[in-house]
Nanobody
Framework: QVQLVESGGGSVQAGGSLRLTCSASRNIFDFTAMAWYRQAPGKQREMVAGISKGGTLHYKESVEGRFTISRDAAKNTVSLQMSSLKFEDTAIYYC???????????WGQGTQVTVSS
């Protein structure tokens, strides 16, 4: 069983920054892709950013230019650097791993990000 553990969530004022990190119990390059999702209260879970095994990046349009997904092979982690945070970025953020494709087969427990306006 794969374990994904997120860290780095918290509370920040609008315009601030946070960095989320996902630690995986299996080599992140074993997966077709890794991604960050989020779920705000009363809304569906949505993909925010993804990185394929080959390094192709994908971003939700509303975070393009503000969020950056990256990975560290030595630490076996995937990170999400979030800048210029907005109130509407408030959500629980989840790390996800895909073996075969969508939807992800593995999920972390989530970390809360709260942005105050």
């Amino acid at each position: 069983q794969v374990q994904l553990v997120e860290s780095g969530g918290g509370s920040v004022q609008a315009g601030g920054s946070l960095r989320l990190t996902c630690s995986a119990s299996r080599n992140i390059f074993d997966f077709t892709a890794m991604a960050w999702y989020r779920q705000a209260p009363g809304k569906q879970r949505e993909m925010v950013a993804g990185i394929s095994k080959g390094g192709t990046l994908h971003y939700k349009e509303s975070v393009e230019g503000r969020f950056t997904i990256s990975r560290d092979a030595a630490k076996n982690t995937v990170s999400l650097q979030m800048s210029s945070l907005k109130f509407e970025d408030t959500a629980i953020y989840y790390c996800a791993a895909m073996e075969e494709g969508f939807p992800p087969e593995y999920w972390g427990q989530g970390t809360q990000v709260t942005v105050s306006s």
